[in-house]
């Protein structure tokens, strides 16, 4: 079992930066790939951005390239979300999840419960 937990939401204006974090507890000894899906009300959850377990790729949705940056610090089993130049249209529920067997790029099988970014106009 693997338990994720994000933090960071808030509001913010449209051009302003968050971070969220996602702090990973349980099943850790091996580091998973770790992504982001946001859900906006009334719409399917969409992917935003994804780590490979080393950090060495990323992937990115065209919505959030260039504004976002994912990262991650396996000594603290945590993985960030940078938002900058945030827009209205960014808001969202962010969850961080991951899969912990193969393929691991597959759908995951552990959520967070969701961290709430809201952008104002």
């Known amino acids: 079992q693997v338990q994720l937990v994000e933090s960071g939401g808030g509001l913010v204006q449209a051009g302003g930066s968050l971070r969220l974090s996602c702090a990973a507890s349980?099943?850790?000894?091996?580091?998973?790939?770790m992504r982001w899906f946001r859900q906006a009300p009334g719409k399917e959850r969409e992917f935003v951005a994804a780590?490979?377990?080393?950090?060495?790729?990323?992937y990115y949705a065209d919505s959030v390239k260039g504004r976002f940056t994912i990262s991650r610090d396996n000594a603290k089993n945590t993985v960030y979300l940078q938002m900058n130049s945030l827009k209205p249209e960014d808001t969202a529920v962010y969850y961080c999840?991951?899969?912990?067997?193969?393929?691991?790029?597959?759908?995951?099988?552990?959520w967070g419960q969701g961290t709430q970014v809201t952008v104002s106009s």
């Open positions: 349980g099943r850790t000894s091996s580091p998973y790939h």
């Open positions: 780590v490979s377990w080393s950090g060495a790729s990323s």
């Open positions: 999840a991951t899969r912990t067997t193969r393929p691991l790029w597959g759908e995951p099988d552990f």
